[in-house]
């Protein structure tokens, strides 16, 4: 694959463990499935606090103890580890 779609594509379908012709069956139900049954609490820990943190800069929750950088550098944190 040379595009960047369809290096994205090939690399889900690697991941799911399904062949590129089949792409059509990944879905929402499928991706939480593999999610399950892949991943540790830590990981799914993680991703809830990266999930909030997100909310938080959205605007959507206040969270009163920390400004806008400090906010952003838990996120950075947390993506990149």
């Known amino acids: 694959m040379l595009s960047p779609i369809g290096r994205n594509a090939q690399a889900c379908c690697d991941f799911y463990g399904i062949p590129f012709g089949n792409f059509g069956i990944v879905s929402k139900r499928l ?6 049954r892949n991943s540790s609490q830590s990981d799914a820990d993680e991703i809830r606090t990266i999930k909030e943190l997100l909310s938080v ?3 959507l929750v206040a969270l009163s103890s920390f400004d806008a950088s400090q906010v952003d550098f838990m ?7």
Request: with cysteine.
């Open 75 to 81: 996120i950075q944190t947390l993506c990149t580890q």
């Open 31 to 36: 991706a939480r499935t593999v999610f399950h």
């Open 57 to 59: 800069k959205a605007g």
